[in-house]
């Protein structure tokens, strides 16, 4: 009998030669990324683009349509009284892709083998602790499956809408020999898109969907940036069908990105929280900061709307303090008391990272002419694409970065954990919610704790949210956009 693999493989250049010779008769979704995927082992891939393509090649138990959690693959659950026990009752027509001829169906063990991966420390999975608290995942039978828990956790299902929670077949796996995602003839995908092609250069990647359908489209292409021709243009030239554009187009409204300040303690000239606070007090909620505050939604939280506690906005559930550099009578007083404690006289230069692809570029510079007047501080700007800046802030090579931080996940933890090792206070409270599986008004409790110290101390300044939506030809319906990565979801995309 053949491996899996290699039937896969042929069925690929079997769709590879049909896509080519009907090229004019299918409708296609085209798509230009700043980075094309590389590893498409959705327990391992992280990366935007990685996760763009497997939500559209794989079907997981839940997903995110609408930002609601919503069933896939699961057709019914249950719930133990103690909330330990999930038992999933699966559909009984979700099967793995091999060609128009062969399918093999989705059974429970496929998603056992998942969350067994993912808790292998071999695998070494980003989402490790995501699925730590899980105990247990046994298949009862084909199409029943049960998790137990460690410990009951209220966001259990949100956490079974991520990319990695989808299922894998071990035999496949297996077979590929430690090749699993990097190519196409070593993916098997269950969703309604199986990966056609990827250029050897990683130019282009093609999606062709599984099976037959009336009103859905019929291929995703998607193509690598050439880092010079704005998304705008592609797009009025009708080389693409949808990009993301500032919220004075119209489109599909994304808001789970905050532009904010952030600080390097680290850096010899901000060591001091006072000098820190001078500088922040024209940043916070942008209200000393000079701009049209009727043109922008002031944020005083480090996290986005998107970012929800059961059914609850976690903005709507904290309460949010003045931090006390806003009550100075006079900035200029704060950096002088900075000054002296550190024993100098003035700051040296500072290097401010500031985005060159977003509007708020020219806050910035206009907070920069205030910090020279008001202050007599002098920055050296370098403008950078948002998505070089987190790098930069990941190395902390800067000492202060301007920049959208969009999440991959809907957790706070995502947001706090960067200041761990800022303060034993904050690091305590991250302490508290990783790993550990609290009621809902005790996560409130912590992370207000840890939030709140987190801005008094000015490590990082809320300035507005970075309202964007996402454009497309409008003869495409039924287009989702997942909040956390800004993830398109085309599986259930039609052509009217």
């Not at 979704?29 to 939500?55: C, F, G, H, K, W």
């Not at 000492?399 to 706070?412: E, G, M, R, V």
Request: proline share 4%; glycine share 6%.
């Amino acid at each position: 009998m053949k491996k899996l693999f290699m039937a896969v493989f042929a069925a690929v250049l079997c769709l590879g030669m049909c896509g080519c010779s009907s090229a004019g008769t299918i409708s296609t979704y085209t798509m230009v990324l700043d980075e094309m995927p590389r590893n498409l082992d959705p327990q391992v891939a992280t990366s935007p683009e990685e996760l763009l393509v497997i939500t559209n090649t794989f079907d997981g138990l839940f997903e995110y349509v609408g930002g609601k959690v919503t069933k896939n693959v699961c057709q019914d659950y249950s719930v133990s009284s103690d909330g330990l026990t999930y038992t999933f009752t699966l559909r009984s027509d979700s099967s793995f892709y091999v060609n128009k001829n062969e399918q093999i169906p989705v059974t429970a063990a496929d998603f056992v083998f998942a969350i067994n991966r993912i808790l292998d420390p071999k695998t070494k999975s980003p989402y490790y602790s995501d699925f730590a608290n899980i105990a247990s995942a046994a298949a009862q039978d084909d199409t029943t499956l049960i998790i137990r828990l460690k410990e009951a956790d209220n966001n259990f299902l949100s956490k079974l809408c991520m990319p990695c929670a989808v299922p894998c077949n071990q035999q496949f796996f297996e077979e590929t020999q430690g090749a699993y995602g990097l190519t196409v003839k070593t993916t098997l995908s269950n969703g309604p898109f199986t990966v056609n092609y990827l250029a050897d250069d990683g130019s282009y990647a093609t999606l062709i969907r599984t099976y037959a359908s009336a009103e859905g489209i019929d291929r995703i292409r998607i193509s690598h940036s050439d880092g010079q021709t704005p998304q705008a243009d592609l797009y009025a030239a009708d080389s693409i069908s949808g990009y993301f554009a500032d919220s004075s187009a119209s489109g599909i409204e994304c808001s789970n990105a905050l532009f904010g300040m952030y600080f390097n303690p680290q850096s010899e000239a901000l060591k001091n929280r006072n000098i820190r606070g001078a500088l922040a007090y024209y940043c916070y909620g942008m209200e000393n900061s000079g701009a049209n505050l009727a043109a922008v939604t002031q944020n005083y939280s480090l996290f986005p709307s998107a970012v929800t506690l059961g059914d609850n906005c976690l903005n709507d559930l904290m309460t949010f303090e003045r931090p006390s550099y806003m009550s100075a009578r006079d900035p200029k007083d704060l950096l002088a008391q900075g000054l002296a404690e550190l024993g100098t006289v003035k700051t040296d230069s500072l290097k401010v990272l500031v985005p060159n692809d977003v509007k708020y570029s020219v806050v910035v510079e206009n907070i920069n002419q205030l910090w020279q007047k008001n202050l007599g501080v002098f920055c050296s700007i370098e403008f950078l694409p948002s998505s070089d800046i987190e790098k930069r802030v990941a190395k902390g090579d800067f000492d202060i970065a301007f920049y959208s931080h969009t999440l991959l996940k809907n957790d706070p933890l995502e947001v706090l954990k960067p200041y761990s090792t800022v303060s034993e206070e904050i690091s305590a409270h991250i302490d508290a919610l990783d790993g550990k599986y609290l009621s809902n008004a005790e996560i409130v409790t912590e992370v207000e704790y840890a939030h709140r110290e987190i801005i008094e101390m000015v490590y990082a300044v809320p300035m507005c949210t970075d309202h964007y939506v996402y454009v497309h030809k409008n003869f495409f319906s039924g287009i989702d956009v997942n909040p956390f990565g800004n993830i398109v979801n085309l599986k259930y995309a039609k052509v009217k």
